[in-house]
């Protein structure tokens, strides 16, 4: 099955300054990727995601980048403030029938953004 | 409200109880899904219903019995719990190839 791995498994950084978060995966079927944020005691929540046919997408302060040769995707934060704290998770969907819709998640990278 | 909703929030059990968490969702999505959240571990897939049907269940030990009785509720039956079992349990929801999930609050579980 499709395995998702994901970096950095922390990361600080000062407010205003730019955070990354990147993820490979192995299915070259994965079609659909993603990003998952969970705020301290909450649900995830989906926040961003990008589909196969796309390299490229941006909703104001968060963007992803997806390199389907290289098979890795990328979440960029600008101008980061304390309240994006919080755990990411990327994920991506294999295009396989008997998978039904599921989602392989990473691990996932707890983001912390200093004042 | 995200449109899935779990019951109870919190739950502590001892270990010989017997219990249910209850998942709800009224999105019209049909496939439904139990995750196991520990601290410091990643996203565990339990099980997975599509259409009221179960399609996969990830090597989860017998003491967990999940339950699908129709397109909109998904239930996660407990009994005989281990201390090792305390952790955040995620149910979500998705219409297959279309869209990503739409998770619950959670229940988060305690046994003692």
């Known amino acids: 099955g499709e395995n998702v791995e994901q970096h950095p498994s922390t990361l600080s950084v000062q407010e205003g300054d730019s955070a990354v978060i990147k993820c490979t995966y192995s299915d070259s079927a994965s079609n659909y990727f993603p990003w998952y944020k969970q705020e301290l005691g909450k649900r995830p929540q989906l926040i961003i995601d990008?589909?196969?046919?796309?390299g490229e997408k941006k909703d104001q302060r968060i963007a992803v980048t997806l390199n389907k040769t290289a098979k890795h995707f990328s979440l960029h934060i600008t101008e980061t403030q304390p309240e994006d704290s919080a755990v990411y998770f990327c994920?991506?969907?294999?295009?396989?029938?008997?998978?039904?819709?599921?989602?392989?998640f990473g691990r996932g990278t707890q983001l912390t953004v200093w004042p | 409200e995200t449109g899935v909703t779990q019951t109870p929030r919190h739950l502590v059990m001892g270990m010989t109880n017997k219990k249910s968490l209850k998942c709800e969702q009224h999105?019209?999505?049909?496939?439904m899904y139990w995750y196991k959240q520990s601290a410091k571990k990643p996203l565990e897939l339990m099980f997975v219903y599509s259409l009221e049907e179960r399609v996969e269940n990830n090597s989860v030990p017998s003491r967990f019995s999940p339950e699908c009785p129709n397109s909109s509720h998904l239930f996660l039956h407990l009994h005989t719990l281990q201390p090792e079992d305390s952790a955040l349990y995620l149910c979500?929801?998705?219409?297959?190839?279309?869209?990503?999930?739409?998770f619950g609050s959670g229940t988060r579980l305690t046994v003692v």
């Open positions: 994920a991506a969907r294999p295009d396989r029938g008997s998978t039904l819709g599921r989602l392989y």
């Open positions: 990008i589909r196969s046919n796309v």
């Open positions: 979500a929801s998705s219409q297959e190839q279309h869209h990503g999930y739409t």
């Open positions: 999105l019209g999505h049909n496939a």
